[in-house]
């Protein structure tokens, strides 16, 4: 089925969301497992979860929790798109479905945590800039989404990095850095 298909509603299915582990740093991989009905609504089409890494909340009361940034497209003549988190607090066991950023049109999305333990959810959109959220909770609800002018896109995905350097709390953003082409990688 593809993408058409689905989101009209006359596949013969729909995106379906699976989880799988490592316990040997890659060298082999656990059975995957459907976890689809967790986190995923019936109205809901296509489905994507990343295409970049998740991360692990490193601080707060939600310290320890596996989040997964992913984005859906609803089934239907709309078909509205919007970015979402997926996250787990016993380390893969059961996936819930978190908070769905407040804007149509978000797509792929990317997530990391700030300095203060919230969460920054940067997603694609159709504008030539990203859009951007905060979740204050752990990822459960994101607030009002904006655009952030700093950092223009050809309508592509991107990729963000929360590391320290030199002792300080930083965030390496990368993607083709051009408003009209993919090209500029930076």
């Known amino acids: 089925d593809d ?24 060298l082999s991989w656990e059975e995957p497992e459907e976890i689809t009905s967790s986190v995923k609504k019936p109205h809901w089409g296509w489905y994507a979860t990343g295409p ?11 310290k320890g929790r596996l989040i997964i940034a992913c984005d859906y497209i609803e089934v239907g003549p709309d078909r509205e798109g919007y970015s979402h988190v997926i996250y787990s607090d016993d380390g893969g066991e059961t996936w819930n479905l978190g908070g769905v950023a407040p804007h149509p049109g978000a797509n792929e999305s990317t997530v990391a945590e700030l300095s203060d333990g919230r969460l920054m959810l ?8 990203r859009l951007v959220s905060i979740s204050d909770d752990g990822g459960e609800t994101w ?44």
């Open 3 to 26: 993408i058409g298909e689905i989101n009209r509603g006359t596949s013969e299915d729909t995106r379906r969301v699976f989880y799988t582990w490592s316990d040997d740093d890659g």
């Open 52 to 62: 970049v890494h998740g991360i692990q909340i490193s601080q707060g009361e939600h």
């Open 122 to 129: 940067n997603m694609r959109s159709g504008d030539p800039v």
């Open 143 to 186: 607030g009002e989404v904006t655009l952030d002018y700093e950092l223009n896109e050809p309508t592509c995905q991107g990729s963000l990095l929360a590391c320290e350097v030199e002792g300080r709390h930083t965030l390496l953003f990368s993607n083709p850095a051009s408003s009209a082409e993919r090209i500029k990688m930076t």
